[in-house]
């Protein structure tokens, strides 16, 4: 149920948090100050105080945020947006940064690669495809326990010279449990030692039936050290892209999340965002978690200032006032006085969320010695 400490529901009936508790222990009740109540208690004192009560839920405020009317919203097809994982060493990050034909293994050379936790890349097509760059594992869970999507499609990567090892069945359930489709990208072929035909059976094991044996999920072999079937892969991507019919509204106020954020000395506070739907222009007011700002600049994946960025695009976010949070939602609003309210609301949820944890304890203790 939801909760409110005495002293917050003093405040917002103007009220002094002695008459409050005064009324409470003519009810019954023993309760300090800094204690939390239900909020059907709350409603009973305020109207007792005369006061008119209007209870704002949680999902009142996120609704106002997050529901727009699609009615003039033009969906467009949206690049789908890709997260790689498999086991350490299975060339993850190899295979990144040879579809984005830069170094990043051997060192930053040239330093052209700034790591913002995501990038874009076309296929021979012409069709883009977002990648997920944010160490696999650890991001994938985070912002999975938070109840964001962010991934359309897994990379499965298995090393042909090493099968499926722990990390591969672990990857394989986090996709399921989250639903996303799987690609098996079948990497190291390259190598004396490889054993792809090893690989596609040891996946059987794992409920992963590789299309060569019959199935449905798509393979395909590719050696991220001499760059071998990296464009079929992203073909890949886009056909299973297309099956998943992926759209987005372009024309409406920008959603989306935030991939990793950090406190830069010189520029601030600076979030990369991956845009859900919508477009996000600068000087736009935007809400992340418990922070807001105004869109001070934007910069593509390659570090290139950008005016606005469109669905599935991510772009360096810079003007927070504060530093949000990986897997914080992010929305625009429509004033800078709106997304005062909703960062105060969502700080003051989180605080009274923490009162009522410390209060649970307490009186589970009161229990216990009575
Ligand atoms: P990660 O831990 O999954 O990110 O794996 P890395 O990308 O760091 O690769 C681990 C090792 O495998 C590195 O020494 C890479 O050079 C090597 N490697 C990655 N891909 C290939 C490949 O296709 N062929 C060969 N022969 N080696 C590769
Ligand atoms: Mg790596």
Known sequence: PETITVQELAN????????????????????????????DTAQLIAEEMGHTVRRV?????????????DDEAVQVARPPVVTIMGHVDHGKTSLL???RQT?????????????????????????????????????????RARGAKVTDI????????????????????????????????????????????????ELLQHDIVVESLGGDTIEVEVSAKQKLNLDKLLEMINLQAEILDLKAAV????????IEAKLDKGRGPVATVLIQRGTLHQGDIVVAGSQWGKVRALNSDLGQPVTDAGPSAPVEVLGFG???EAGDRVAVVESEARAREITAYRERLRREKQAARSTGARGSLEQMMS
Do not use: C
């Open 12 to 39: 917002r009936m103007s009220e002094r948090a002695v008459d409050v508790v005064r009324l409470l222990m003519k009810q019954g009740q023993m309760i300090k100050i800094t204690d939390v109540i239900e909020s």
């Open 57 to 69: 839920a949680e999902s009142d405020v996120e609704e106002g945020l997050f529901a727009k009317s």
């Open 97 to 99: 940064d040879a579809i």
């Open 103 to 143: 170094n990043v293994v051997s060192g930053e050379a040239g330093g052209i690669t700034q790591h913002i936790g995501a990038y874009q890349v076309s296929a021979p097509s012409g069709d883009k495809v977002t990648f997920i760059d944010t160490p696999g594992h650890a991001a994938f869970t985070a912002m």
């Open 154 to 201: 897994v990379i499965l990567v298995v090393a042909a010279d090493d099968g499926v090892m722990p990390q591969t069945v672990e990857a394989i359930a986090h996709a399921k449990a989250a639903e996303v489709p799987i690609i098996v990208a079948i990497n190291k072929i390259d190598k004396p030692d490889a054993k792809p035909e090893r690989v596609r059976t």
């Open 251 to 258: 024309n409406t106020a920008a959603e989306g999340i935030v």
């Open 322 to 324: 504060g530093t949000p």
